[in-house]
């Protein structure tokens, strides 16, 4: 448990304020954040960037609601998008449009215009169809696209296949063969700028070798490029650094980037990190209740309100989150199946959980700030939990519940 989470009384708190207010005052299932957890991972990345030229983009995607980016931008952050509707989200939140670097295979014309005319950073190219297109929208409106290309290393990051991306197998970046033609036909396009080099090579990345190992690779490529008289004003190590879900030895972020840096030695060019899951995975969390205990001949069933739409990870990669029942019972410890409501055998966020529960308890699952709320969907016409942050003694709801009439609200009969 991180240091954000205690125990009073025998009821678990977020800071300094008990969960079970939280649920009486906004309900369940709610996502509940720590503001003091966000702002002391942010900090973490920059006090380990001292005395380095970096930008740190926080990867939107893990989660984006405008209060976490407004935090963000206030601490300096810039950010790092794949869509027009996450670059439309950082605007809004107050995030600076230089600090913006947009990634992503499939950028439509709509987006890079968008872009484009907000004045971001970098669009991270990756392939060759996106810089011709790039160069054509740029040449439209008048304006110059600043360009890094993402090269895919070829290298195993040991983490789950579906979130693994620095393979050639991957529909990632661009091999190393093709970078170089890659860059040298940008040079050529008046309205694109070379301006860097990215590398991002999956998540939930627990060991520090493979990002050297892109490191190395990318270093050895800049190279290349610097002896073919292309210079690069920054090199993107993209993100990807993991969390401690439930015993991973995932490295201190002060680690990583200390023996990232000292593979970069005496160059003196700038660095972009694009970290997500590093910075709000482990400062929030998603509270539920228990509805029914379900026992069963061969198996235990704690039936709880929040389910695999509102935490998609448990059903989509079987990843594991810590699940901590609010109030400590004397009751017998039994093994329990966390499943939600929703109709399908993968709809699970926990199995085989020793706890003593009763109906009606609360329980909290670990761990959820990144990829949850921004990965959740409305299935079995279920509206979107609330999303609270909690500050000290304080607590701030910062999206409200949805309802089920705002689900169907623009839906129309036929004729
Ligand atoms: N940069 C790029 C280009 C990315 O594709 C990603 C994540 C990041 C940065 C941030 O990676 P992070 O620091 O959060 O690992 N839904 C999955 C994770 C998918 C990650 C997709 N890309 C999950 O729940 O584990």
Redesign the pocket.
């Given at each position: 448990m991180s240091l954000t989470y205690f125990r009073e009384d025998g009821a678990l708190c977020v800071e300094s304020l008990p969960l079970e207010t939280i649920a009486g005052q906004y309900g369940t299932p709610c996502w509940v954040y720590s503001r003091a957890a966000l702002e002391a991972a942010y900090r973490e990345f920059e006090q380990a960037c001292a005395g380095r030229e970096t930008l740190i983009c926080y990867?939107v995607?893990?989660n984006s609601n405008l209060a976490i980016l407004n935090l963000f931008a206030r601490l300096g952050a810039g950010f790092?998008i794949v869509s027009g509707g996450e670059l439309a989200r950082v605007l809004a939140a107050g995030g600076a449009a230089h600090k913006i670097v947009f990634?992503g295979v499939g950028k439509t014309e709509t987006e890079m215009r968008a872009a484009l005319a907000a004045g971001i950073l970098c669009f991270n190219v990756e392939s060759e169809p996106e810089l011709e297109r790039l160069s054509r929208v740029a040449d439209d409106i008048g304006l110059t696209a600043p360009v890094s290309i993402r090269v895919n290393p070829d290298i195993d990051a040991k983490t789950h296949p579906y979130?693994a991306?620095g393979l050639s197998e991957n529909k990632f970046g661009v091999g190393y063969e093709e970078a170089l033609p890659l860059y040298r036909k940008a040079l050529r396009l008046p309205r694109v700028r070379v301006v860097g080099i990215d590398v991002?090579i999956g998540?939930?990345i627990t060991a520090i070798e493979p990002f050297l190992a892109a490191l190395d690779r990318v270093l050895e490529f800049a190279d290349v490029l610097d002896a073919t008289g292309i210079r690069l004003e920054h090199l993107d190590l993209?993100?990807?650094?993991g969390i401690r879900y439930r015993d991973e030895e995932a490295p201190a972020v002060s680690d990583y980037l200390a023996r990232l840096f000292s593979a970069l030695g005496e160059r003196r060019v700038k660095i972009l990190f694009?970290?997500?899951?590093?910075l709000v995975g482990n400062a929030g969390m998603l509270l539920t209740r228990i509805e029914y205990l379900k026992r069963g001949p061969v198996k235990n069933f704690a039936v709880v309100d929040a389910a695999m739409n509102d935490l998609l990870?448990p059903a989509l990669?079987r990843?594991w989150h810590d699940i901590v029942p609010v109030r400590r019972r004397t009751v017998e410890r039994v093994d329990w199946d966390v499943v939600g409501p929703v109709c399908e055998s993968a709809d699970f966020l926990g199995l085989e959980r020793p706890l003593a529960v009763e109906q009606g308890d609360l329980l909290a699952l670990l761990s959820a700030g990144?990829?949850g709320m921004s990965?959740s969907s409305n299935y079995n016409s279920r509206p979107r939990p609330a999303e609270v942050i909690v500050d000290g003694a304080a607590v701030h709801l910062v999206r409200p519940r949805e309802s089920v009439e705002s689900l169907f609200a623009s839906e129309r009969f036929l004729p």
């Amino acid at each position: 448990m991180s240091l954000t989470y205690f125990r009073e009384d025998g009821a678990l708190c977020v800071e300094s304020l008990p969960l079970e207010t939280i649920a009486g005052q906004y309900g369940t299932p709610c996502w509940v954040y720590s503001r003091a957890a966000l702002e002391a991972a942010y900090r973490e990345f920059e006090q380990a960037c001292a005395g380095r030229e970096t930008l740190i983009c926080y990867a939107v995607k893990a989660n984006s609601n405008l209060a976490i980016l407004n935090l963000f931008a206030r601490l300096g952050a810039g950010f790092d998008i794949v869509s027009g509707g996450e670059l439309a989200r950082v605007l809004a939140a107050g995030g600076a449009a230089h600090k913006i670097v947009f990634s992503g295979v499939g950028k439509t014309e709509t987006e890079m215009r968008a872009a484009l005319a907000a004045g971001i950073l970098c669009f991270n190219v990756e392939s060759e169809p996106e810089l011709e297109r790039l160069s054509r929208v740029a040449d439209d409106i008048g304006l110059t696209a600043p360009v890094s290309i993402r090269v895919n290393p070829d290298i195993d990051a040991k983490t789950h296949p579906y979130i693994a991306t620095g393979l050639s197998e991957n529909k990632f970046g661009v091999g190393y063969e093709e970078a170089l033609p890659l860059y040298r036909k940008a040079l050529r396009l008046p309205r694109v700028r070379v301006v860097g080099i990215d590398v991002h090579i999956g998540s939930q990345i627990t060991a520090i070798e493979p990002f050297l190992a892109a490191l190395d690779r990318v270093l050895e490529f800049a190279d290349v490029l610097d002896a073919t008289g292309i210079r690069l004003e920054h090199l993107d190590l993209g993100g990807g650094l993991g969390i401690r879900y439930r015993d991973e030895e995932a490295p201190a972020v002060s680690d990583y980037l200390a023996r990232l840096f000292s593979a970069l030695g005496e160059r003196r060019v700038k660095i972009l990190f694009e970290p997500g899951r590093a910075l709000v995975g482990n400062a929030g969390m998603l509270l539920t209740r228990i509805e029914y205990l379900k026992r069963g001949p061969v198996k235990n069933f704690a039936v709880v309100d929040a389910a695999m739409n509102d935490l998609l990870r448990p059903a989509l990669y079987r990843a594991w989150h810590d699940i901590v029942p609010v109030r400590r019972r004397t009751v017998e410890r039994v093994d329990w199946d966390v499943v939600g409501p929703v109709c399908e055998s993968a709809d699970f966020l926990g199995l085989e959980r020793p706890l003593a529960v009763e109906q009606g308890d609360l329980l909290a699952l670990l761990s959820a700030g990144a990829y949850g709320m921004s990965m959740s969907s409305n299935y079995n016409s279920r509206p979107r939990p609330a999303e609270v942050i909690v500050d000290g003694a304080a607590v701030h709801l910062v999206r409200p519940r949805e309802s089920v009439e705002s689900l169907f609200a623009s839906e129309r009969f036929l004729p």
